[in-house]
């Protein structure tokens, strides 16, 4: 009857008055006389039969409870022991990452100061390499007979040598004439040869579009004595291909805006070049343009603004 009982108490949902009267069905069903035949003493005693039964299971729920709750409470007291020991873990990392920034600073601090240190002592050290380099390639312009070092020579190391030749340039302006008359020609003339050179590559890397290396000539010339050669260039390869067609006036807004984006990404200073650019448009082009068409039907409006 036990695990009979069981299995009822334990339905969902479980209904108290239902129980007792199953329980009383069950007993009225033994008697095979129906109720002629009813006994109130044998239903009386399967109650107390159930209700010894039930204490019986409560018993033995309660100490399946009990256990359970032991259990529970020895897993909660070691998870807490655990939680105690990871927070005192806890608490010596953030100790010693604690620690461990304030020598990272430390460090730090070291470092900063070491690099400023080093830094004073290598400004000096490398303007004196600079001026023993100066100083070797400007021997090469004492000695007699033409410039035989590789730098002034190899054309790939123009730009290297663009440098050097302009710094030597600005020294021997400021050398006694008499003294040194051989060793500033030969420096001047080597200035000029690499500024043609210079604007030659220019000139190239505007008809291939590169923009990249003629924004670093620009940026070499612009050092030079003649670079305004560098924009004069500039503006004759811009209209070197332009104004193919018969009206030159069609043409001008397009390639001043194409031009003017360029400009901007090769000069320092596109407001100036613009400038130039366009004066020289006007004079050379539109003002040309305006006389042939004058030429061509004297006395009437050919679609230009007079």
Same mark, same amino acid.
């Not at 000139?203 to 560098?230: G, P, W």
């Given at each position: 009857m036990i695990q009979q009982f069981l299995k009822e108490l334990e339905q969902e949902p479980f209904n108290h008055e239902e129980f007792v009267e199953r329980l009383a069905w069950r007993t009225v069903d033994d008697f095979k006389d129906g109720i002629d035949c009813f006994e109130p003493h044998i239903i009386y005693e399967t109650f107390l039969q159930a209700i010894k039964d039930l204490q019986i299971l409560q018993e033995r729920q309660q100490k399946k409870c009990e256990k359970l709750e032991e259990i529970c409470q020895e897993g909660e007291n070691s998870h807490w022991q655990e939680v105690a020991l990871f927070q005192e873990k806890n608490r010596l990392t953030a100790s010693l990452f604690q620690e461990l920034d304030e020598r990272i600073n430390f460090v730090a601090a070291k470092v900063i100061h070491l690099g400023d240190h080093l830094e004073n002592i290598n400004i000096p050290r490398s303007r004196s390499v600079e001026a023993q380099k100066l100083m070797t390639y400007f021997? %090469? #312009?004492?000695? *007699? /007979? *033409?410039?035989?070092?590789?730098?002034? =020579?190899?054309?790939?190391?123009?730009?290297?040598?663009? &440098? =050097?030749?302009?710094?030597? $340039?600005?020294?021997?302006?400021?050398?006694?004439?008499?003294?040194? %008359? &051989?060793?500033? +020609?030969?420096?001047?003339?080597?200035?000029?040869?690499?500024?043609?050179?210079? =604007?030659?590559?220019?000139?190239?890397? $505007?008809?291939?579009?590169? =923009?990249? +290396?003629?924004?670093?000539?620009?940026?070499?010339?612009?050092? #030079?004595?003649?670079?305004?050669?560098?924009?004069?260039?500039?503006? %004759?390869?811009?209209?070197?291909?332009? #104004? /193919?067609? +018969?009206?030159i006036f069609k043409e001008v807004l397009p390639l001043t805006k194409r031009n003017f984006a360029l400009t901007k990404e090769v000069f320092s200073s596109p407001e100036q070049v613009m400038a130039k650019f366009v004066l020289n448009l006007y004079h050379l082009k539109l003002q040309l343009g305006l006389q042939i068409g004058y030429e061509q039907v004297p006395g009437e409006s050919n679609g230009f603004v007079h």
């Open positions: 021997s %090469e #312009f004492l000695s *007699p /007979g *033409p410039v035989l070092a590789e730098i002034f =020579i190899n054309k790939e190391e123009v730009f290297e040598a663009a &440098e =050097i030749i302009q710094k030597l $340039h600005m020294i021997a302006q400021e050398l006694p004439a008499a003294k040194f %008359e &051989e060793a500033r +020609k030969k420096i001047s003339t080597k200035y000029d040869e690499i500024e043609r050179t210079l =604007i030659e590559e220019f000139v190239k890397a $505007h008809r291939l579009n590169d =923009i990249t +290396k003629m924004k670093e000539i620009a940026s070499i010339l612009s050092q #030079f004595k003649s670079y305004s050669q560098c924009v004069d260039a500039f503006i %004759e390869e811009s209209q070197q291909v332009s #104004f /193919g067609v +018969k009206d």
